[in-house]
Nanobody, 121 residues
């Protein structure tokens, strides 16, 4: 089965930056799109950013112009650069392999354990 390992989460100050990584191993899906989701306590897991095989991206309105998703297929890794962090960014962040079609990301039900991001002064 596929294994996804997220890392890079930490405590950050408002306005600070973090870089998240997700490394895939095992039976990697042939689905070519990659994404980051996040889930805060008591809330649904929501899409943060998605990226197609060719680099087309989709961002949640709450993070656009602050976060950047990227990928390095040679390393089976997807990244999320998070700048100008806000307290409302506090959540567990998960990566996903799926499909990105017509500007929409469609996840598969395989998740890592996530990485905690906490933004607080």
């Amino acid at each position: 089965q596929i294994q996804l390992v997220e890392s890079g989460g930490d405590l950050a100050q408002p306005g600070g930056s973090l870089r998240l990584s997700c490394v895939a191993s095992g039976k990697i899906s042939m689905l070519s799109a990659r994404a980051w989701y996040r889930q805060a306590p008591g809330k649904e897991r929501d899409l943060v950013a998605g990226i197609s095989r060719n680099g087309a991206t989709d961002y949640a309105d709450s993070v656009k112009d602050r976060f950047t998703i990227s990928r390095d297929d040679a390393k089976n890794t997807v990244y999320l650069q998070m700048n100008n962090l806000k307290p409302e960014d506090t959540a567990v962040y998960y990566c996903n392999h799926g499909s990105f079609t017509y500007g929409h990301y469609y996840p598969t039900p395989y998740w890592g354990k996530g990485t905690q991001v906490t933004v607080s002064s």
